[in-house]
């Protein structure tokens, strides 16, 4: 069985993530990316955008920011609403989420109670707390944004946004008018978020800073969907692995087989499969999409599935990204706040746009690219997808002398611009095999005498372990081919025999 | 004159940045970007990376978080210190900050300027309110660090970071050894950092939330840098402007006639240089490096120049970066506060590195880009460096029927995976050019009748409005020559002839 533990040990001292702070003995809910964590997170986050804006022309990044007015949450909801129902230890005051606790005991969801729910669960189930046996306070809410005084006077008041789609939401009536009114609209971003979590925990996974990438696409139903209707066409035969929310298990059915589900929904939970399977190559069977019960979603969410991935280092399916049509809800919110019009004009009149919004927890993600790709049999290796991978190629000189460390340099620095990659010289072939491993290296180039008499180089597979044998002068050709999926190892091994 | 409101409009209107929650009637110290604008933004982040992590390959990105908690911020000195003098009107309530209104009624820096100077010179100056003309009160310290509560209890505080340098501090003896203890080390982190400014003002440069991007170089002097003497001698003739402090005007000399500084200050220094007038294109006319008095730098700082443009929205030189050589203070500081050794093994024994930091305000740097970009002579063109250009590409059909329209998409769809491109077919063609113009498009693309019969469309270059034909099957490659600067615009044309 798989722990946290084993994955994070590597995470910190190969360069990943870890707590951050941990000079000052750490702090809960924080994580810092480490030089490996940065690259892979870059990289995820380029692929995210050439994957999503590419589903579209009239889809864009914008930057908001991450402080939010006090009028946007208030209007969203947020002030009012955005909290979680809190339980204090009278004996020790330490401080947990009811549901939590409630879930733990019981194995189910509990996320849905009330205060009065709560309450009575926790006295049937004789919940006491966890740390030191004493009696819990009576459920509480607990408002989970970070709030920040603007200014000198300390009156005024603004938040650290709990999650970046109402910077996009704001930004709709403008960036409407500067891209010329065309519709269906979609805008994207990529950036922090934070959460007053009252007790992070699961590693990356309740996080009080976290990182989101949510694409919100606007548009009139009736109206605007033609162009989704269309995509969808092409792809409704395609398999995904779906739980509904009547079904006592999951299950894998064409798209078109949830055809009480419109065609706008339907397309864009097919593409967010695909990236899923295509970009950051998951097993089918370790994903599902997930529709929630009516308790368990938001209000203003008319459909909502979320993408979970089946974590062995978590216990099994947790959520990693969601899929929620919002109807005209946000929109609507800010139109009646703010005073100004949110509409669109369309051939039937005037109308105020709906949204769908795909949203991803970026340090989730990448968790789940960790979990899944970890091997520790005999040997410990990490299964990255290439086009992700922290660090794509190193190379390495078979020994330290005999103008072997040069040679090796020379290529280092020839692939440079086009890969990931590192050059290493230190400790035996053996070892430097093992740290690439570990790390997920897809290729290891050697160096060694016959390079150079006959211009060519050893590539390691990092799955198989297998070697083959390139030219110089091919190396960079095959390489991308490998790693952008064009070109299979096996197909190369063949060429040598 | 140029005006801060004559670019701030286009970048309204067109999609580059205005002020956050303006629906809300905008907050005061923030703006977003919007979708030209992160264009902008991400190619600016993306150029920065490969300029100053391809100085060495020891030099890597990390992210930490924009939560500091207290006990970090209170080991750099920011609870204490990082507080600006702040004076209150007493009849209006306003607050402004001192320096600010000495500074405008003198034409002097006042930022050395203690409470007790500060008392005096308000009342030798006589200044009152500039919005009601009312007294002010006696200056008192503000802590410009936004403060947030962690957790549910209430009693543990944190900061967002006032800088990004010390998410990148905290991390050095982590990183030191993840990276098997190589020295000199660079870290680098872009990212947001928060100042809760008394009165933001002048668009984007004293901003409330801003973004960095900062690099800082670990080593120890005396024994890690022979590695950048070797690198200085090869630029110590390179030519920069600047003003020294004893100096009255800038002027152009060597780096080598600055030999009163050491080397791996004048390496960066020349580095730095070059990225703003080979990357960013900034003649040299309009830059230089001032170096700092001892009443404007930092105590911990030893050498302090800042690299200022001469802005014409902004009434001349501001800062828009700084290369900062803080000797060892802060891990000396860091080791203190958390007893956690920061020392690296030397052949000299263990030794606490130094730091040289080079520091870039990314919203600054871009409006620089702008400011001298901007042209509103007989037609309004923004002059932006071509590999960094919001869009780099516009293709048109001539007219919106024939077949023209198809053509042109086939074509635009060609380069969509090369350059940042964009297809319109709106408008008249003049229009077209005018808004392409306007936001700084770099080259636009017509495919008219004659490209039907000879596959090849016209190339009109943004600074001179000249045109070129090209061959369809060329196209691609001609493009990437203009825009990398390896071809010139000229050169295509006299092919012409």
Same mark, same amino acid.
């Given at each position: ?22 000079i ?13 964590g ?15 804006? #590419?589903?579209d022309? *009239?889809?864009?990044m914008?930057?908001? *920011? ?13 002030v009012?609403?955005f ?15 009811g ?11 509990? =996320? ?11 006295? *049937?189930l ?6 030191? #046996? ?8 607990? *408002? ?62 309740r ?5 989101q ?12 969907? =033609? ?5 969808y066409?092409? @792809? ?42 295509d ?36 216990n099994?399916?947790?959520?990693v990204?969601g ?28 109308? @105020? ?31 990255l ?24 340099? =020379?290529?280092?620095t ?17 070892k ?29 597979d ?9 030219? @110089? ?10 790693i952008?999926?064009?070109?299979k190892?096996?197909d190369?091994?063949?060429? =040598?025999?």
């Amino acid at each position: 069985m798989l722990e946290n533990e084993d994955i994070l040990s590597m995470c910190k001292r190969r360069g990943f993530l870890w707590r951050s702070a941990e000079i000052y003995g750490g702090e809960a809910g924080f994580y810092d990316y480490g030089h490996l964590g940065a690259k892979l997170l870059d990289s995820w986050k380029r692929k995210w955008k050439e994957y999503f804006l #590419g589903l579209d022309e *009239n889809y864009h990044m914008i930057y908001p *920011n991450n402080i939010m007015p006090y009028s946007v949450m208030e209007a969203s909801g947020h002030v009012d609403h955005f909290s979680d129902l809190m339980i204090r230890c009278k004996r020790c005051d330490s401080y947990f989420r009811g549901d939590h606790l409630i879930e733990e005991e019981t194995g189910e969801n509990a =996320e849905w109670m009330g205060k009065e729910d709560m309450k009575k669960s926790i006295q *049937n189930l004789d919940l006491s707390c966890p740390d030191c #046996g004493g009696h819990f306070s009576e459920p509480e809410d607990f *408002n989970m944004m970070f709030q920040v005084s603007l200014g000198p006077t300390g009156q005024k008041k603004g938040f650290l946004r709990p999650e970046t789609a109402q910077g996009i939401y704001i930004n709709f009536r403008r960036e409407y008018r500067a891209l010329r009114k065309q519709m269906p609209l979609g805008l994207a971003t990529i950036g922090s978020a934070f959460r007053n979590e009252i007790s992070p925990r699961q590693v990356v996974f309740r996080k009080r800073e976290f990182l989101q990438a949510e694409l919100q696409i606007f548009f009139v139903p009736g109206i605007h969907d =033609e162009k989704f209707e269309k995509k969808y066409q092409k @792809i409704e035969d395609e398999q995904v692995n779906i739980k509904r929310e009547t079904w006592d298990e999951s299950k894998e059915v064409k798209l078109k087989d949830m055809d009480d589900l419109p065609p706008f929904y339907l397309y864009h939970l097919g593409k967010m499969y695909e990236f899923y399977t295509d970009v950051m190559k998951l097993s089918s069977k370790d994903i599902r999409f997930r529709e929630l019960s009516e308790d368990e979603k938001a209000f203003y969410n008319k459909i909502h599935f979320d993408l979970e991935v089946d974590f062995e280092t978590l216990n099994g399916w947790k959520e990693v990204s969601g899929l929620h049509y919002r109807s005209d809800y946000d929109l609507k919110q800010h139109q009646e706040n703010s005073n100004q019009s949110m509409s669109v004009s369309t051939d039937d009149g005037k109308k @105020i746009p709906h949204v769908i919004e795909l949203s991803f927890g970026i340090d989730r993600n990448l968790w789940s690219l960790l979990d899944k790709g970890y091997n520790d049999g005999d040997r410990v290796w990490l299964d990255l997808p290439k086009e992700m991978a922290a660090r794509q190629v190193a190379v390495f000189p078979l020994v330290r002398k005999d103008g072997l460390p040069e040679k090796s340099r =020379e290529i280092f620095t020839k692939l440079r611009s086009d890969f990931r990659v590192a050059w290493e010289k230190s400790g035996s072939i053996g070892k430097r095999y093992a740290r690439n491993d570990e790390i997920g290296t897809s290729y290891c180039i050697t160096v060694d005498y016959d390079t150079l008499e006959d211009e060519s180089v050893t590539i390691r597979d990092l799955k198989t372990t297998e070697q083959i044998r390139v030219k @110089i002068e091919e190396l960079k050709d095959v390489l991308k081919g490998l790693i952008q999926g064009r070109k299979k190892f096996e197909d190369h091994l063949e060429r =040598e025999d």
